[in-house]
């Protein structure tokens, strides 16, 4: 049986869901549900990642000081993992986050643009700090520059690299195709981290194991952004059943979930009309809300919205975007 690492990035992803509002004692107790069921890695911070808290991407409800120090108290045995976006986060981001006590930071760029990355994975490496780094909209790429970007990243530091499904676009066979190119291009373990908007996060979670992934994200109850996260309770039974250990206490998980389903959310995601639109027109979740509210605002149909923003191919940084397509739409509409 091949081992597979489970990272929960529950308490930085979830938060999409939540507008970044996740309080000191939801950090706490569900930190410390996760401890208990030996999760190997729990992420946490704002959902777009160290330094993100803004108006443009929302204010969270406490500072990532203070995230930080309660999750790193509340883990005994689970590390810590934190995630930075450049052009959001900075080195003094980093910084702070390696005084935390941080175990593993994942930097995050889109999937043709690594170099970004690169002087933050060299620093990293000099505060010998596990460094990672994932490639985002990764459905914009092909399997072979997939692979010539997770080289580089490799080349500037990186101990792990992988890829995020972040509009929930891919089917198995596209994961399997992309994980096993990226695979046979590295000698580090390569990530797989998926989104659900087409029901398919733990099929292609499972598809990236069976092509060569051991890195594998899971947030409990599928917390995040849009239809959320591949479900965490879910994900690690079957990879079990598939032939892959995670080391995780089963029950132990169930009441992780339950607690996150508490404390955490309003309800569980649900892979809804516009999460689906999302997911074909491969547009990041995290844009919903704004796009619900400003299509409200102008009228305009949020579907039309997300399949505009898939054909400019928006990204995550690309908020304002919004507001240009709904504006234009808006003017259409009224011509």
Avoid at 49 to 57: I, K, N, R, V
Avoid at 118 to 146: G, K, N
Wanted: negative net charge; hydrophobic residues 45%; glycine residues 12%.
């Amino acid at each position: 049986m091949s081992a597979v690492v489970i990272h929960d990035p529950t308490l930085r992803d979830g938060q999409h869901a939540v507008r970044h509002q996740l309080g000191v004692a939801a950090l706490r107790g569900y930190a410390q549900a996760a401890d208990a069921a030996g999760i190997p890695v729990v992420e946490v911070g704002h959902g777009n990642g160290l330094g993100a808290s803004s108006l443009q991407a929302g204010r969270a409800a406490v500072s990532d000081d203070v995230m930080l120090s309660t999750v790193r108290e509340a883990l005994s045995t689970s590390r810590m993992g934190v995630f930075m976006l450049p052009g959001w986060g900075t080195s003094d981001d980093l910084r702070k986050a390696v005084a935390h006590g941080t175990d593993v930071v994942r930097i995050g760029v889109h999937c043709t643009e690594t170099s970004l990355a690169e002087r933050h994975l060299e620093f990293l490496r000099e505060q010998e700090t596990e460094a990672h780094c994932v490639l985002l909209m990764s459905h914009m790429a092909t399997p072979e520059e997939l692979a010539e970007h997770a080289a580089s990243a490799v080349g500037y530091g990186a101990q792990a690299v992988g890829i995020m499904d972040s509009a929930g676009h891919f089917l198995p066979a596209d994961v399997g195709e992309r994980i096993g190119a990226m695979a046979a291009a590295v000698d580090v373990p390569v990530i797989f981290h998926g989104h659900n908007n087409l029901g398919m996060a733990v099929a292609n979670s499972v598809a990236a194991a069976e092509a060569g992934a051991r890195i594998i994200d899971g947030c409990a109850r599928g917390f995040g952004a849009g239809a959320g996260n591949t479900q965490l309770e879910v994900l690690v039974p079957v990879l079990e059943r598939t032939g892959f250990t995670t080391g995780i206490d089963l029950y132990a998980l169930l009441d992780a979930a339950e607690f996150a389903e508490r404390e955490l959310m309003p309800a569980p995601p649900v892979t809804g009309s516009l999460s689906i639109v999302s997911g074909l027109a491969g547009v990041f979740s995290g844009f919903k809300h704004q796009v619900l509210d400003h299509s409200a605002r102008a009228g305009v149909d949020a579907r039309d919205v997300f399949f505009e923003l898939g054909r400019r191919q928006a990204i995550a940084g690309q908020e304002d975007l919004i507001r240009d397509v709904v504006a234009e739409l808006s003017g259409k509409a009224g011509a």
